[in-house]
């Protein structure tokens, strides 16, 4: 079993939509969570953390669900510039862990 | 403020041949990473530098792989001999400190070993 699992994808959306993204993660013990977006070919770049309070900037807001072990991003009025694979990354001691991405592609 | 930079951006070897990848962290960063990502997989940590001390070398995958940083300026990460398997992308990421400040990626080594 993977320590970040993601939904591959891809998500095909038009314009405008509100979609929404998962990941679980195993490792108890983790204290830090990330969602980072990669564009083709790109290094990863952080997004945004992510609180147990939930956090949002701008149309993009996170959530974590300690119990359950569940990471969600939701993204709201869609960009074409959206388009990117998202990166679930949680963090343990010093080490970042990446789930395998969630592929976006937004159309116009 | 010059990012994370790395070099080469590709290298293409033949199986059993040496590669050296080279990674300048942000100026002043103590903490380097380096992670890789394999065809088909999830980026995966291998190291972690506190200037030129290892403090963490739990993902480096066999005795092959050897990453310095002499200094505790810039890091190398040597392949010798490199294998099919060893093909991917290797990124460096450098941060400030190790109590979680955002760890900022290179543009990462495109590794491909014929």
């Known amino acids: 079993r993977k320590e970040v699992e993601q939904d591959p994808g891809p998500f095909n959306v038009p314009e405008g939509a509100t979609v929404a993204f998962n990941c679980t993660y195993s490792?108890?013990?983790?204290?830090?969570f990330f969602w980072y977006r990669q564009d083709c070919r790109k290094e990863p770049k952080l997004l945004m953390s992510v609180y147990s309070s939930g956090n949002e900037d701008g149309r993009f807001t996170a959530q974590l669900n300690r119990a359950s072990q569940y990471i969600s991003l939701l993204i709201r009025d869609s960009k074409l510039s959206d388009s990117a694979t998202y990166l679930c990354?949680?963090?343990?001691?010093?080490?970042?862990?990446f789930g395998g991405g969630t592929r976006l592609m937004v159309k116009p | 403020e010059a990012g994370v930079t790395q070099f080469p951006s590709h290298s293409v070897i033949e199986k059993g041949q040496t590669v050296t990848l080279r990674c300048d962290p942000i100026s002043g960063h103590d903490n380097l990473y380096w992670y890789r990502r394999v065809m088909g997989k999830e980026i995966k940590f291998l190291l972690h530098?506190?200037?030129?001390?290892?403090?963490?070398e739990s993902g480096m995958p066999n005795n092959r792989f050897l990453a310095e940083r002499t200094g505790g300026t810039y890091s190398t990460l040597k392949v010798q001999p490199a294998e099919l398997e060893d093909s991917g992308v290797y990124f460096c990421a450098s941060s400030r400190t190790s109590s979680y400040n955002e760890q900022f990626f290179g543009p990462g080594t495109r590794l491909t070993v014929l």
């Open positions: 530098f506190v200037k030129e001390s290892k403090q963490d």
């Open positions: 490792n108890s013990a983790s204290q830090s």
């Open positions: 990354v949680v963090l343990a001691g010093n080490m970042l862990t």
